[in-house]
């Protein structure tokens, strides 16, 4: 009798125990849904699972940036940057100087020092931008020395998506007849929203095989009719993965789901 009740505690204590090796489910979106855009009745059914952990986008490497001034002739001004990580080495017309980077989503901040020691320096400035679908940067810049301010935008450089591999599919049809099929490479997931691209692989049009879609969808809880919502443009590989990475809104949409059920889990 004694041998059966320390085996029966024995299993309770094991069941009782997470299971080795048991991993969080990867975050996905999936959904069959209906819905209207242009007068016409559009339907997609889609798989969209994240991969990687990691997914945003860093401005390491080498820049070009013209800068536009509001004191100095000549403008623009050619800025030459390094960047790694959250620090910029920058040169312009002979000075160097250093700087932070800071990206928050798809926005930009710059906090600048020349270093050199001339009886014009130190100068600061403070840029602020954004990194635009094609991974180029612009924004407005400003300083306090010398009250000066203007624009600037990259001519040479791009920024990097990290990680937000993913995979799955998605197959669209209309009313009108045209069809195509997508496959998912890059996903992102976040609270109800995700967003994911892929290569069109097979379409109806053959023009359309030369776009990549970048798709979000919301996922507003039950009942799906009426408060999910889907939202999608064709587009290049850069601007659609970026796209991911950023969060971005794509160039259609949303709209509302007038029939079916997405889930966003």
Avoid at 229 to 234: A, L, N, P, R, Y
Wanted: glycine share 12%; charged share 15%; with cysteine.
């Amino acid at each position: 009798m004694k041998k059966v009740i320390l085996v029966t505690l024995a299993w309770l204590l094991l069941s009782a125990m997470p299971a080795l090796g048991a991993s969080k489910a990867a975050p996905k979106t999936t959904g069959g849904v209906g819905y209207e855009a242009g007068g016409l009745q559009r339907h997609i059914e889609f798989n969209a699972q994240q991969l990687t952990d990691v997914c945003n986008v860093n401005l390491d490497g080498n820049w070009t940036i013209s800068f536009t001034s509001s004191v100095w002739s000549g403008s623009p001004f050619m800025h030459n940057w390094n960047v790694t990580g959250d620090t910029l080495n920058g040169t312009s017309t002979g000075n160097s100087y250093t700087a932070t980077i800071e990206i928050v989503g798809k926005n930009v901040t710059i906090e600048a020092t020349y270093r050199v020691g001339s009886a014009a320096y130190p100068y600061t400035y403070t840029a602020s931008g954004t990194i635009n679908p094609d991974g180029s940067l612009s924004g407005t810049w400003s300083d306090t020395k010398y009250s000066d301010k203007g624009t600037w935008s990259s001519t040479s450089g791009s920024a990097i998506i990290e990680g937000c591999s993913g995979k799955g599919m998605l197959n669209y049809k209309d009313a009108n007849g045209d069809s195509y099929k997508v496959d998912i490479q890059y996903v992102k997931v976040e609270g109800e929203d995700a967003w994911f691209a892929g290569p069109v692989v097979s379409a109806s049009n053959p023009s359309w095989l030369s776009y990549w879609l970048f798709a979000k969808v919301h996922d507003g809880c039950e009942p799906a009719v009426g408060v999910d919502q889907v939202s999608g443009s064709f587009t290049n590989e850069n601007s659609a993965k970026l796209g991911v990475a950023l969060m971005s809104n794509p160039g259609s949409g949303p709209f509302t789901v007038t029939s079916g059920n997405l889930q966003v889990h």
